[in-house]
C-alpha cells in the first residue's frame, strides 16, 4: 500500500523533522510512505474571513493538483469522525483489502482546508476537537499510521 502525507507548509524545527524522519523508517517495512509539502500562504494578521477563505482556496488548489483521481483520500479534519487507534487501523486495514492501494492524508495550513478539498475527500478524520499546528499533525498522523500498521500485524506496541 502506498501511504501519502500531502501538506501545507514545510517543517522548519528540526525535532519535529528528526519525528518524521523516524516514523518514515519505521513505516518502510510496511508500506510506501511519500510525504508532499506545498506552500503555505502569508496570513496577514487580522485577516477578515473573506482573505482567510481565498488564502484556503489557494492553498487548496496546491493541494488538489498533488492528488491523483484514484486515491483514496482522508482529511484531517475539526468536524471529522475521531475515531480510536484500533478502529483507525481497521480503516486502513479494509480500505486495503477492498481494493485501495493508495491513501492521501491532507493536512490543511493554518486556516484549514478549502471546501474544493473538503468535497473531493472521500472522508473526513479528527484527531480531536482541539487544533495543533500542522508540523506537530504530521507527527501524530504518522505515528496513529505507524500503530495501526503495527495492529493490523499483531504486532506490540506501547499504550
Same mark, same amino acid.
Given at each position: ?16 523533522? &528528526?519525528?518524521?524522519?523516524? %516514523?518514515?523508517?519505521?513505516?518502510? @517495512? ?14 496577514? &494578521?487580522?485577516?477578515?474571513? =473573506? ?17 491523483? =483521481? ?17 478502529? %483507525? ?15 492521501? %492524508? ?25 487544533? %495543533? =499546528?500542522?508540523?506537530?499533525? @504530521? ?16 504486532? =506490540?506496541?506501547?499504550?
Amino acid at each position: 500500500m502506498k501511504i501519502t502525507i500531502l501538506a501545507v507548509g514545510k517543517i522548519k524545527e528540526a525535532f519535529y523533522r &528528526d519525528a518524521v524522519a523516524e %516514523f518514515q523508517k519505521r513505516l518502510s @517495512r510496511y508500506c510506501k510512505l511519500e510525504i508532499i509539502e506545498t506552500a503555505d500562504e502569508k496570513t496577514p &494578521d487580522h485577516a477578515s474571513e =473573506p482573505e482567510n477563505a481565498r488564502i484556503r482556496e489557494i492553498e487548496g488548489e496546491r493541494l488538489l493538483k498533488q492528488i491523483r =483521481p484514484d486515491a483514496y483520500v482522508a482529511a484531517l479534519a475539526i468536524e471529522g469522525t475521531m475515531l480510536d487507534s484500533v478502529a %483507525f487501523s481497521e480503516k486502513i486495514r479494509l480500505l486495503g483489502v477492498s481494493g485501495v492501494s493508495h491513501i492521501v %492524508f491532507v493536512i490543511g495550513g493554518s486556516l484549514g482546508l478549502s471546501q474544493a478539498v473538503l468535497k473531493r475527500a472521500d472522508g473526513m478524520i479528527s484527531f480531536s476537537k482541539m487544533t %495543533f =499546528p500542522h508540523q506537530l499533525m @504530521r507527527v501524530i498522523l504518522l505515528e496513529q499510521i505507524y500503530r495501526g500498521f503495527r495492529i493490523i500485524h499483531h504486532e =506490540p506496541y506501547h499504550k
